[in-house]
């Protein structure tokens, strides 16, 4: 489960592999994170600066790094699936 605060700026993320810790990662200066309206478990990070966001993104994802178990068994993370600017309308 996820809960995004302070307007995109702030992250929760809970319940991960049943814990019950609360993992809170704050964006980096100018990156917002946001829901996709599309996919169902997909967040979406935005910024003007490419490392900053990279770096968020890097973020989130060594909080939920699986550990003391087998990572062929438990799939269970976050993983980016798609870099790319976004298109102009």
Do not use: H, W
């Not at 605060?5 to 946001?34: C, H, P, W, Y």
């Not at 309206?37 to 979406?44: A, F, Q, R």
Request: proline share 2%; net charge positive.
């Amino acid at each position: 489960n996820t809960n995004i605060e302070s307007s995109g700026q702030k992250i929760e993320l809970r319940n991960f592999l049943g814990e019950k810790r609360v993992r809170r990662v704050d964006m980096l200066e100018g990156v917002t994170v946001a829901r996709s309206d599309k996919v169902k478990d997909e967040l979406i990070l935005e910024g003007n600066n490419i490392e900053y966001v990279g770096r968020s993104a890097a973020l989130i994802g060594q909080s939920c790094l699986v550990r003391k178990k087998d990572i062929r068994k438990f799939l269970d993370g976050i993983y980016v699936s798609d870099k790319r600017p976004i298109p102009i309308e």
